[in-house]
DNA sequence: GATGAATGAGTTTTCATTCAT
DNA sequence: CATGAATGAAAACTCATTCAT
């Protein structure tokens, strides 16, 4: 996988896709997401999808451009436009951080458990595939992490967050609701997450689970 | 893998290996700790440990043998011994959760550090292979929780954690600590984590980001 | 390739080719003549045609064909035409075999330069594949030989040729010249051949290399 | 095949071949003289050899790999050898120029006869091949030349050779020799090639077809 | 205990070819 | 005339595993 593949994909248009290659769509996603991409044959993706496995090459090329095929633009989506679409609204309509946390993670979470099968693969090849790793996380850090930044600081001279350096809230964020996803999605494989569920997340992570009176 | 092979496994002694049966886990570990179990063949092993490809399987008979036989001796290590040896001392030695919190993270991250690519196999292939989860996410939820909710309780009725249903901390606190281990070790690789990074930990899973006179 | 391919190719009338059948023409030319015929794939010629492979197809039916539509003109200008246009003219112009012998050179291998590609697929193909060897070699005999036998013989009654049975002067010749050709055109890729190359050729074929003293 | 890979094998010791090993070097040089290395399939090799497809590759990688086994033994024996064990010998115990040439043609023949289907896969390929030829030809010339080039001055000074620059000489010995060998070998797929045909090679060489009247 | 030799069953990938539009 | 879509068949190559020595 090359270097550049990220970027090439991340440009290009979507396609109308016939009714087979839409199927071949459909079968590589499901199979990726159960077995993961190393246990899963272009044969079996050809035969799930009805199809002979030269139409799977004629439109990818290789397996792992199928495989980047399927998950960037759902990489896309997930991630930059949390920034724009997504923080730009919740930020100024919610008054709370907790609001906006908890807006945030209901309208991630429903993202995500649309295309649940698509994070799974998204998440387990990125801990997987040592080249995935090195492509995708130094993006998701530098997209997530620059608009996150605001949204923390705005509401941080709103008095609701503590002084704690802003990097360092990111990456307790980041930590619980990585492992938030990674769990739910793909070692619990949820099919939905209720609202209660979000709820004590939110509420972990604004005040843990210490005693009011212990804090230092 | 069979139902019965984790528990075969679990309860194997440890037999004094040769010098080229050392080789093997050596290279095996690393390879499967870097390249993922699945990408990683036989004869990938075979020659970095230096011996011939039979040698692997004259001892563990299947590649997913050999696979357990790396894991099992360490899971065993990191979590049911948490309970007894771990867990027994720490709660009484220390007066305080967050002493408590602080001392039981140290002591984990010690011991996946000292034993990182292995502990970097277990989580991938956790999250990888469906077989391997089913086998052992249960096991180390009723391992772990058991024991940590006895902790937990301890320290609730000394008033230093809020009255949050403790299964409801459980599950925050095994998201943050999974997530935890699983950036710290596998996405970022770290070799070392310092102690201001588990100070930092500590106290969000204690006090969270929100300032305190934003607690409901 | 069936027996009779060949005669139906050698007396197939030229057609005019639209601008995409051109452009198949040429892309066919240059692959086959850089990697051989059985190294370049439709699907290439296509691309580099800038064509759908189906064109490629529509017109020439199979890979075969295609190759054979490209050869056999050439082929047939250069040997056949050999005896009528060619060698009638420069016998009867040329006072001397010698004369005689470089014309004809320079004259050959001015046609092969200007169509320097196809040559190259001919002689390798001519090496490579036993059918096409099994069809062309017995033509290329056949012809050539009968003509240049009436030259030769012409030129030994005129004393300038020694009394070598002209079977066993037609062999080395063309051993000669065909290693001639296929060491320059292929091996070297030369772009143009000078005449002192064309000079020291003929002074060879004449007088050899030992001095005439040694002479038998 | 990369640029080293002829060094590799150039250098590499001949080890023992298991029986099942030596059937696989029989198929596949029969298969690949006879059709060609592109048109001969590792499936066939494997057939022919009543082997395994994998016995192939185990042994030697690529198929690539397997076709530089062939042929690169073979080469050095053709051509290094030519210096020393045979030009020296030859071209002492001669005392003529024609006697050597006679030698030595005979000599090669004889080698390349006994392993013709060999030379017929070193000569298609290095025709058809444009990187085996890449690699081979600059060989051929600087080892070829080198001695070749020494025979030729002795017997220049001995007054057996014309004065025509040793150079030309050489290109005009490896023309009509190279053709010899390639349209005997390849084109006719001669058996034995018989002592006046020989005689007939060694009088082209040395006096070509003119009449000795006509010397210029 | 160790291994060289061998392989059946796959794996990814390529290719010439067809056909409906 | 031209092509996008599709594919059966085969290509090169890989892999976990077996077994006689």
Known sequence: MSNNMFNEFLSSESVKLTVKQQRIVQAAIRLF?????????????????????????????????????????????????????????????????????????????????????????????????????????????????????????????????TDIPTGKMLKSLFTFVGGFFASQLVLLNKESIDEQEIEDAVRFMLHGIGSSSSNN
Chains 1, 2, 3, 4 share one sequence.
Request: hydrophobic content about 45%; aromatic content about 10%; charged content about 30%.
């Open 33 to 161: 997401a159960e077995k993961g991409y190393s246990n899963t044959s272009t044969a079996e993706i050809a035969k799930l999808a009805e199809v002979s496995e030269a139409s799977i090459f004629k439109q990818y090329g290789t397996k792992d451009k199928l495989l980047l095929a399927l998950i960037i633009p759902q990489f896309k989506e997930f991630f930059p436009s949390m920034a724009d679409e997504v923080l730009g609204q919740l930020c100024r309509s919610q008054s709370t951080f907790e609001g906006f946390l908890r807006e945030f993670l209901k309208n991630r979470i429903e993202l995500a458990l649309k295309n649940k099968e698509i994070f799974q693969i998204i998440i387990k090849e990125l801990i997987y595939k040592e080249e995935l790793k090195k492509e995708l996380i130094p993006y998701i850090f530098e997209v997530a992490a620059s608009r996150l930044t605001q949204v923390i600081e705005l509401f941080k001279e709103r008095g609701e967050l």
